[in-house]
């Protein structure tokens, strides 16, 4: 689904690749920033997350070299979700190991 370039998510999705790319491939007298992002696009994985698709430009911006056009896609998971249904698995053996504890106690506490 195509979405407005101008859409919060879709600005915090070229974050992430500004991010990226600073963190691989800048130092310190080589910074980028993201100038425009010209497409974006969002696909919503049931059970997973989203998927933004973005085509936009970088310019390096201590420099001032060239101005690069990119794209990428960016996946938020829904960690939510994920860990809900980890921990309440790993909280429902739990508290079956505590009720299978507290029986036998009782059992060898009401023993003769």
Same mark, same amino acid.
């Given at each position: 689904?195509?979405? @407005? @370039?101008?859409?919060? @998510?879709?600005? #915090?999705?070229?974050?992430?690749?500004?991010? !990226?790319?600073?963190?691989? +491939?800048?130092?310190?007298?080589?910074?980028?920033?993201?100038?425009?992002?010209? +497409?974006?696009?969002? $696909?919503?994985? @049931?059970? #997973?997350?989203?998927?933004? #698709?973005?085509?936009?430009?970088?310019? $390096?911006?201590? +420099?001032?070299?060239?101005?690069?056009? !990119?794209?990428?896609?960016?996946?938020?998971?829904?960690?939510?979700?994920?860990?809900? #249904?980890?921990?309440?698995?790993?909280?429902?053996?739990?508290?079956?190991?505590?009720?299978?504890?507290?029986?036998?106690?009782?059992?060898?506490?009401?023993?003769?």
């Amino acid at each position: 689904m195509e979405i @407005p @370039p101008t859409h919060y @998510p879709a600005a #915090r999705a070229a974050s992430v690749v500004k991010s !990226c790319i600073n963190y691989q +491939q800048g130092t310190p007298h080589k910074v980028f920033l993201v100038q425009t992002v010209t +497409q974006a696009s969002l $696909e919503d994985i @049931p059970g #997973r997350g989203h998927k933004y #698709r973005l085509k936009f430009s970088v310019e $390096e911006i201590i +420099q001032k070299e060239a101005t690069v056009n !990119c794209t990428a896609e960016v996946l938020y998971l829904q960690w939510d979700k994920i860990l809900h #249904r980890k921990s309440t698995s790993h909280l429902k053996e739990k508290l079956e190991k505590t009720q299978m504890k507290k029986i036998t106690h009782f059992i060898k506490d009401s023993s003769p």
